[in-house]
């Protein structure tokens, strides 16, 4: 028997060789920091704090507006400029809260104090993921605290560490892995407190040879913690994709990965995790890349939630002379946002940011649909994008979402990636949720 892995996928070209070798290191923010209050799945947060007002770093600046959202805590202490919309990474605008730093960092009470998680109650530990704000950092952004709160913890039998990083470019990942190793399995170790009969498995693609030396080297003496190599292929990083290669199991069109007795979280999730029931830590920085061709530079930063983009980009030099870029994408080149400018800040789901001296989106030809099938066959969700794509032109939603499944398409870009014909069909695909799910609202 070949090697498991799961259906359909394809094998971008890498890139990692520009940043896989460039540890991480701080960043410190030399302008404003900008807080959106959406920043992760879900209703907004609410501000609570108003022009003028001292903060501290760690001080909670805007408060979750229902079950579905979270907390978010500034991340550096100074003064309030203003709350007032600014430029979002999807090109709108976007409720904010903006803060001048004053240089000192200055912690607020309680943050920082170390805790024995040993000590606190599975409630105790949910409250404080809740407060610490945290969100799946892979780039879903949902609520972590909601993703942990499951009606039956005893029917749970993995917990799947997310460390593929499958996107190409992107290192961070990589990076947190080989540094804070025994962070993650130490989260790992809180998480598993909350479900009684679960394994924590930590899956990482064999490109990452020393990630997965130092997560085996930190796992031992861990019982119930193991490290799994996966085989590198996109999207290996998808939730149904881990959840069938690591427990096995086919998740059903419409099921939640609790369903198939799974909890998967992103290992930059995981330590985050640590850091806010170990230390009280809010969730106030992130890992981020910023790579591509264009770039006179690469570098991964541990990067304050709120930084400018722009100034990443110049942390790493700027452009190269000549080769400014066609496209920069908040993430990688296959499920990335591309941004219209970097006046945006990076959120807690941003893991990358990335600049390309090409875009083929737009510069090659279209032409009609071949019926090739490749499109089928690379989903690894097994939907039908060349019945979909005919359901979103015509707008016949009722068939897009009922009979075509086409809400739980992940965006991953395989079949786009694929397509002889040049079809834009993520792009379509997204465009068709976003109205679907607007009239759904209404």
């Keep these: 028997m070949g090697e498991r892995t799961f259906r359909g996928g394809v094998h971008p070209e890498e890139m990692k060789e520009l940043s896989c070798e460039k540890p991480l290191i701080p960043y410190t923010p030399q302008g404003d920091l900008v807080f959106l209050t ?18 501290l770093a760690g001080q909670l600046i805007a408060e979750a507006s229902g079950f579905v959202s979270a907390n978010i805590a500034s991340s550096v202490s100074g003064t309030v400029k203003a709350v007032e919309l600014r430029p979002t990474a999807a090109g709108g605008m976007g409720q904010a809260i903006v803060i001048t730093s004053d240089g000192e960092n200055t912690l607020a009470e309680g943050v920082g104090v170390k805790t024995d998680y040993h000590k606190l109650s599975n409630q105790e530990i949910l409250d404080k993921v809740k407060a610490a704000g945290i969100v799946g950092m892979g780039g879903a952004g949902f609520p972590t605290h909601v ?3 499951v009606k039956e913890p005893e029917k749970i039998n993995y ?25 993650i399995v130490e989260g790992l170790e809180i ?32 019982e119930k913690i193991s490290v799994m190599p996966l085989k590198t292929k996109y999207p290996q990083g998808g ?10 199991k086919h998740l059903k069109l419409g099921m939640l990965p609790a369903d198939a007795g799974c909890v998967v979280d992103n290992v930059a999730t995981i330590r985050a995790i640590y850091r806010a029931v170990c230390f009280n830590e809010p969730l106030m920085e992130r890992t981020v890349t910023v790579s591509g061709d264009s770039v006179k530079d690469t570098g991964n930063f541990f990067v304050k939630i709120g930084t400018s983009a722009a100034e990443l980009v110049q942390a790493v030099g700027g452009w190269k002379e000549g080769m400014e870029p066609k496209k920069v994408l908040f993430g990688g080149p296959m499920m990335g946002v591309a941004l219209s400018s970097l006046d945006v800040p990076i959120c807690k789901n941003n893991n990358a940011i990335t600049a390309l001296s090409y875009d083929t989106v737009g510069e090659e030809t279209i032409t009609a649909c071949l ?11 097994g939907l039908s994008p060349q019945l979909m794509q005919v359901a979103a032109m015509r707008k016949d939603y009722e068939r897009y979402e009922h ?10 870009g395989c079949c786009t990636y ?3 014909a040049k079809r834009p069909l993520m792009q379509l695909f997204k465009v068709t949720k976003a109205e679907i799910m607007a009239a759904k609202k209404k």
């Design 147 to 149: 993703k942990l709160t």
């Design 418 to 420: 694929t397509c002889p």
């Design 38 to 55: 959406s920043q992760h799945i879900g209703k907004p947060a609410t501000p609570v704090v108003k022009k003028g007002d001292r903060v």
């Design 239 to 248: 939730e149904r994709s881990l959840i069938s290669v690591i427990a096995g």
């Design 191 to 222: 998480i598993l407190r909350l479900f009684p009969k679960a394994v924590g498995v930590i899956g990482i693609e064999k490109n990452k040879p020393q990630a997965i030396a130092a997560m085996q080297a930190a796992c031992a003496g861990h």
């Design 371 to 381: 019926r090739c099938g490749r499109c089928n066959r690379v989903c690894p969700l």
């Design 403 to 412: 009979r075509l499944y086409g809400l739980e398409c992940i965006a991953c």
């Design 159 to 183: 917990i799947i560490a997310n460390g593929a990083e499958c996107e190409p470019y992107i290192t961070c990942d990589d990076q947190l892995m080989r540094s804070c190793a025994g962070e």
